[in-house]
């Protein structure tokens, strides 16, 4: 399958910025993802961003695209204590499916 | 509620044991996921249909692994002989299909335990 890397861990304090970060090999991927997933429960689409943009900003949620070095990232502005939870990015690949990564656990410190 | 279901929450057998989950997908999407998760790691894709047909099979997927999804819209995973190394989360979700920006919706797993 395809590769998606994150970092496994990211804490940070009430109401500062967290950036979430992901690397994907497949460079034919169309759309990239970031999902959230809290404990115990299945995964919930935050956002997506097509290949060929570089920023979408929705809310407090910010993606960043660099294509040329398949690297992704997710900026939560002013974090609260309810942004705690795992964060996957995930890209569709050839064959038309889903590769997740391994998720950024994000604690948010009150 | 309209998203998507997935029966039981949580599920404990014995090992050698057969196993059966069942996913209701949103309404109006014809496609459907099976994926499993264990813990630290990101969901993992096992198969998937459109409408009933199943498109794909992931090449780690056993043969004791059965999925059906007889009339588009509900669907079945089957485990046969189950092994301790099934255990884990099984998720499924749906989307309805467009070449261009498709989004998977989740339901909340079943968590499987083989004892």
């Known amino acids: 399958g395809e590769d998606v890397e994150q970092s496994l861990f990211l804490s940070v304090r009430e109401g500062d910025s967290s950036v979430i970060n992901c690397t994907y090999t497949?460079?034919?991927?169309?759309?990239l993802y970031w999902y959230k997933q809290e404990p115990g429960a299945g995964l919930q689409l935050l956002t997506y961003i097509f290949s060929n943009m570089d920023m979408k900003q929705d809310q407090r949620l910010t993606v960043l695209l660099n294509k040329k070095d398949k690297h992704l990232s997710l900026r939560i502005a002013d974090t609260q204590t309810g942004d705690s939870a795992i964060y996957f990015c995930a890209e569709i690949a050839t064959g038309n499916q889903f590769y997740f990564g391994t998720g950024t656990s994000l604690t948010v410190i009150p | 509620d309209t998203g998507v279901s997935q029966n039981p929450r949580h599920k404990i057998t014995k090992r050698g044991q057969n196993v059966t989950f069942r996913c209701d997908p949103i309404?109006?999407?014809?496609?459907l996921y099976w994926y499993r998760q264990t813990l630290g790691q990101g969901p993992e894709f096992l198969t998937y249909?459109?409408?009933?047909?199943?498109?794909?099979k992931s090449r780690l997927l056993s043969d004791r692994f059965s999925a059906e999804r007889p009339k588009g819209s509900f669907s079945t995973l089957e485990i046969q002989r189950t092994e301790q190394g099934d255990s884990a989360m099984y998720l499924c979700?749906?989307?309805?299909?467009?070449?261009?920006?498709?989004?998977?919706?989740f339901g909340s797993g079943t968590q499987l335990s083989v004892l």
């Open positions: 309404s109006e999407h014809n496609r």
């Open positions: 249909f459109q409408n009933e047909a199943q498109l794909e």
């Open positions: 497949d460079s034919s991927s169309t759309y």
């Open positions: 979700a749906s989307s309805f299909y467009i070449p261009y920006g498709e989004k998977l919706f």
